[in-house]
């Protein structure tokens, strides 16, 4: 029985039907439909085993779990539904963790500001931590500690800035500490002490130097959600709005990568995802990607999965290296594998913004390229079997109406990308910080019709790409592939209803080119340091 319970909400505990992007359908409210409806399709329960613990959970919670069992600690991560089993009684401390526990985070802010209702993740992360079964553990005096990326929501700073989430911390008996940064080794001393009943600091914000070494960090002992698996962490891009590039760069040697993907394979899985904040950089010291470090990386991964995707990828370091990509997919795709999704963030549309807020974005090209990168980008990647999503941000400090409309320009160009455009509302992150939230009452006409814009080429672009994105084998497939086209036409129907769908006035610029050559591609203008 362990001492130390790991937990999340049920909406993280999921394999969201085997497709991680149909987590961000926890992102929303539920509208029309009850609640249920969402859990199905978008975050059926993770089976369990006698004990309640979950088959798949979290691949960062997978990491604390691992290190605090390297230290000796009795720890487990338990599904939410079975927490009753090990508290009031057994478990004498309780990590939490979360991507966005009060639904603050884009996109979860954007759509819960938008419908202005209670988002998903939000009222299911609500619903866990006030069961009887934490209130009397609590009220007996087990620890709580929260972690995760999200971890500054609960923090003391902005619970005092937003009330109403001190008033929830009040309802179920408090937080003794919030860990924000990379707590893979901190943990440890953390659990220790509240395993000793000794003070716990109640904030504590590492910093990036603090980070944890590659050789510091443990490998995962049980299977992570939808076999993600990490092969580095750090962004060295430096965009002002993002937590992540303030950390170094770190790169996993294969072997550590191997020993993962075992773990995953070991259960069955046969599906992953290569997680880190540019995949496309593996092994680099700098922004040009390295074929000798990337190849070799994507070959192991096939030896252990099926069908691999990527969790993120960057604009510019595709272009960098356009014909790397179908290097990629020579290794990648195969009778058993279609295509892969990865997340880009395109963000704007506006040169302009891109010197403002983000100049490390388009490195090693200039900002004034951004927007034909992108399109060019777009090109490689369906060429290539690639179908993203791709985010923009509403609302960055600096933003213009020009801007705006500079972005919406770039979706019309990409107004035949099979790809889905999800735009995120400014949230106050990383050099950032200290900048007020955009929210809904600022939306100004143009920043509005590029929701609309973006809304009415994602739901046009999910009709495209439904067939490709159901190409599992079972008896579910077919119904489910049902249930999601119905989905799709109801969503459809709502934002002709409500005045929300907009189409492109005008065709968008060729994106598929099957004669692409990418040797004719803007090249590098800055020398590439090693
Ligand atoms: S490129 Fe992405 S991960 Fe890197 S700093 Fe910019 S937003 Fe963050």
């Known amino acids: 029985m362990p001492e130390v319970v790991i937990t999340c909400d049920w909406t993280m505990m999921s394999n969201h039907n085997g497709k991680e992007f149909l987590g961000f359908g926890t992102t929303t409210p539920a509208y029309v439909f009850p609640e249920r409806v969402y859990k199905r399709l978008f975050y059926p329960d993770m089976p369990v085993d006698e004990h309640g613990y979950p088959q798949q959970a979290p691949y960062g919670m997978r990491k604390i779990e691992a290190s605090l069992i390297d230290a000796g600690i009795d720890a487990r991560i338990v599904h939410p539904s079975y927490l009753s089993r090990y508290m009031p ?44 079964c934490v209130i009397q553990a609590r009220a007996q005096g087990m620890k709580i500690i929260a972690g995760g990326p999200c971890a500054w929501q609960l923090a003391p700073p902005t619970r005092l800035k937003l009330p109403w989430i001190q008033e929830f911390v009040d309802s179920f008996g408090g937080i003794d500490s919030v860990v924000e940064g990379e707590g893979d080794v901190y943990v440890r001393e953390i659990v220790k002490k509240a395993l000793a009943d000794e003070f716990l600091p109640p904030h504590v914000v590492l910093a990036p130097k603090e980070a944890p070494k590659v050789e510091q960090i443990s ?9 993600l698996i990490e092969i580095g962490r750090g962004c060295c891009r430096g965009c002002s709005f993002c937590s992540v590039t303030t950390r170094p760069t770190r790169w996993y040697p294969l072997e550590k990568i ?16 290569l997680h880190s904040d540019d995949v496309y950089f593996y092994g680099s010291p700098n922004v040009m990607p390295r074929e000798e470090k990337l190849i070799p990386l994507l070959r192991l991964a096939k030896r ?18 356009p014909k790397l990509l179908s290097k990629c997919a020579e290794v990648l795709i195969d009778d058993r594998q279609k295509w892969w999704g990865v997340e880009v963030g395109v963000e704007t549309g506006s040169p302009r913004m891109i010197t403002a807020a983000m100049p490390g974005k388009v490195a090693p090209f200039k900002a004034s390229q951004w927007p034909e990168l992108v ?8 060429d290539n079997h690639v179908y993203p999503a791709c985010t923009f941000i509403v609302g960055l400090p600096q933003e213009t109406e020009d801007d705006v409309l500079k972005t919406i320009d ?50 046009r672009q999910s009709k495209v790409m439904l067939d490709d994105f159901f190409d599992w084998e079972g008896r579910h497939t077919t119904a489910y592939r049902g249930a999601f086209r119905g989905f799709v036409a109801f969503l459809e129907l709502v934002a002709k209803m409500n005045g929300l769908w907009s189409p492109s006035s005008r065709p968008g610029r060729p994106i598929t080119d099957p004669n692409r050559t990418p040797d004719r591609l803007p090249l590098p203008t800055i020398p590439l340091r090693e």
């Open 89 to 132: 009684g057994e478990a004498k401390v309780l990590l939490i963790s979360g991507h966005d526990y009060f639904g603050l985070n884009p996109p979860s802010s954007t759509f819960g500001g938008v419908m202005h209702k209670e988002t998903l993740n939000c009222l299911n992360f609500k619903r866990m931590l006030t069961q009887p």
């Open 219 to 227: 490998s995962i002992k049980y299977p992570s959600v939808n076999g």
């Open 258 to 273: 191997e020993e993962e993907l075992k773990v995953n394979a070991t259960i069955g899985v046969r599906k992953g995802i």
């Open 304 to 321: 252990y999965y099926e069908q691999v995707g990527w969790s993120h990828v960057a604009v510019a370091s595709l272009m960098t290296k």
């Open 375 to 382: 399109v060019q980008a777009a090109g490689l990647m369906n």
């Open 410 to 459: 770039l979706i019309d160009d990409l107004w035949d990308f099979k790809a889905l455009l999800v735009p995120m509302f400014f949230v106050p992150l990383g050099h950032l910080k200290s900048r007020d939230w955009f929210r809904r009452d600022r939306l100004s006409p143009v920043q509005e019709e590029l929701l609309k814009r973006a809304l009415t080429h994602g739901l």
